[in-house]
């Protein structure tokens, strides 16, 4: 007898109950904080209700769809699958702080949404929350840097399992294969928060907060267990171990791969590494400038603060080292240059957010390339070339137009946002920033979005992280599909007429 083939929505609804165990059991892992603060046990049911409800629903569709072979999905219906993932894992993370009966769902959904999304922009008060939900913020970080959809990868084919991860938002596909793609990911993303982890504690920072940090930080997500931040220590030692686990965070996987096999010319001819050193070159000295002139500080203390706020911001951390953020650095021309890096983003490939430097560095080259044609002969031929991994690869003018495209898009988002903001009274300047943290997944704050703020500027704020995490296009197309799938078919059936 055949086994009956499941495709389309049910095969979605299939992949999500199995998701939902994964979520369940994701919830569970701040449990392991018991142990070290016992007192914490009173929270264990904020866990245990939502994971053991999300592992037995998971559990129940799973037994529907046993024994039935999985077909293909429909064309479109993976940006369907990933987005609803994304839902799944966001309402579902955030019944936890809907249940200690101090967050309202705006705000839950809000903190969940940043932790995913690795934005860091919080409402939660880190100096009374406790131990259990400080290690759950870091670990919705360390799930949504490296990619919900890798979670999903050993239940899925090899093959349907790239097309979801690349729908994501990433090209990171190491090898052939999916699963050990996953496995490198997670091998180098595992063994970079360890170490930062150990080079915290040698420069004094507690275990709890040197693991915290260690995570948040290389998946460029922010949340800190200190309310001024990596300020807090104020030590020069951690903030360049920060600093170090920000860029790493910060760069493509490829990269990771060849800088650890010491493939170091393929790492400095990759054109991400060297649109960051220019950046880095002009805008640091820039801001040093700025803050010696406005501020009156020394040199060197300039040049402390003005590095890793830079880096903090263009790889989308949100790390701070100074409590008065809002007062001693916000001069026009620092918060200009500030938002310019959070617009621009890190590596494609990274847990960062914002535009990319390939697309910016795309960008320009398209436009010296269009330069270079209107002053050439009509008849001349030119083929494009861009590196990429230290490997001189051909760009299609197809590939120019989506991203220009998607630059246009990223774009209008943030003016649409930035006019909301706006709306409730913040100045142009402040609405710019803190959306532009949104939308880029950075997590910086002049303090528009916090605990009490609007819930109309919460959700404006999780509708630009939740957009700017899965890069537009993946949502727009399950939108799309969904609408399109929706429409009632008004085909009337053909009448046969006779011949005379």
Known sequence: MNKKIVSGYPLIINY???FSVLVGLILLLPLAVIPFYSEEVVHMKEFLIPSISSILVGAIIIMIFKGREKGRLERSQDAILVVFIWILAISLSAIPFVLTGKYNFTQAIFESTSGYSTTGLTVVDVTVTPHIFLLYRSLLQFFGGVGLVLVLTSAISDKFGMRLYS?????????????KSGRIILSIYVGYILVGMVVYMLFKMPAFDALNHSIS????GGFSTQAGSIGTYNSVGIEVTTMILMLLGGTNFFVHLYLL???????VAHVEMKLLAILLLIFIPLLTIDLVVANHLSFGESLRISSFQFISAITGTGYQTVSSFDTILLTPA???ILIIAMVLGAGMGSTAGGMKQYRVALAFKSIWWNIK????????IRTRFINRIGTRTIVSKDEIVQNHSFLMVYILTLILGTLIFTFYGFSITDSLFEFSSALGTVGLSVGITGFGAPNAILWTSTIGMFLGRLEFYVIFVAIA???NDLKPTNKKPMKTVKAA
């Open 373 to 380: 044609e209107q002053l050439s002969h009509h008849k001349t």
């Open 217 to 220: 930080a290389l998946a460029t």
């Open 16 to 18: 999500l109950g199995i």
């Open 261 to 267: 096999s010491g493939r170091l010319k393929n790492v």
């Open 481 to 483: 599909r969904i609408g």
């Open 334 to 336: 620092f918060l200009s």
């Open 167 to 179: 729908a994501e938002g990433h090209s990171d596909k190491l090898v052939p294969n999916l699963i």
